[in-house]
């Protein structure tokens, strides 16, 4: 297996675009986790996923974070209209229930101007 | 909600020494605990847990203890070596939701 899968690896956009980051979790897993990595504030859940369906967006930091996954092999989180301070890592990861090793992805570097 | 501490947040040691990190944590009714070990631009990836029905385990030079009624548990790293430099994060699962702690930047000076 490939591992979990996030696109673009990079991405550079202007204050007020859409922003959407992919997600390919590992094949079996069940539960889908998207989380942003800064210095200030470091490893925060944004929302996570069981069986598709979102269990706990307690975490998505306000209305322009959007998260969805229409099938159990990809997911997406979008941010529309982007912000500087969006800037960060995201992380994308998969287990086979809560409670076993989540499997993280390379991350997306978010860069917002 | 739960609230994972840990510390210290920076942790420097001299090669072949011991590293311990620790973490406390605040809703009883966690039962897993793992640690993920992230290095310089790279991933979080899980080094060892632990169930609550287990107080110690070991795998080569990792060690974690977790001790229940004082809901507390730690890491250890014996004979440290470079290669372990890295940011290492605690974390703990409640209400099926892991959360992490804010991690300890270990460098391991040679």
């Known amino acids: 297996d490939a591992g979990v899968i996030q696109s673009p690896r990079h991405e550079v956009t202007e204050m007020g675009q859409e922003v959407t980051l992919r997600c390919k979790p590992i094949s079996g897993h069940n539960s889908l986790f998207w989380y942003r990595q800064t210095m200030m504030r470091g490893l925060e859940l944004l929302i996570y996923?069981?069986?598709?369906?979102?269990?706990?967006d307690s975490g998505m930091p306000e209305d322009r974070f959007s998260a969805k996954m229409p099938n159990a092999s990809f997911s997406t989180l979008k941010i529309q209209p982007s912000e500087p301070r969006d800037s960060a890592v995201y992380f994308c990861?998969?287990?086979?229930?809560?409670?076993?090793?989540?499997?993280f992805g390379p991350g997306t570097r978010l860069t917002v101007l | 909600g739960e609230n994972v501490e840990q510390h210290p947040s920076t942790l420097s040691v001299q090669e072949g020494d011991s590293a311990v990190i620790k973490c406390t944590y605040s809703d009883s009714a966690s039962n897993y605990f793992p640690w993920y070990k992230q290095e310089l631009g790279k991933r979080p990836q899980l080094i060892i847990d632990?169930?609550?029905?287990?107080g110690e385990k070991k795998d080569q030079r990792i060690a974690v203890t977790l001790n229940k009624t004082a809901k507390h548990f730690s890491l250890h790293i014996t004979e440290t070596q470079p290669e372990d430099s890295a940011v290492y994060f605690c974390a703990a699962l409640s209400y099926d939701k892991v959360i992490f702690g804010p991690g300890t930047s270990l460098s391991v000076i040679p």
């Open positions: 632990i169930r609550s029905n287990v």
């Open positions: 990861a998969s287990s086979f229930g809560q409670n076993n090793e989540q499997f």
């Open positions: 996923f069981n069986n598709n369906v979102p269990i706990d």
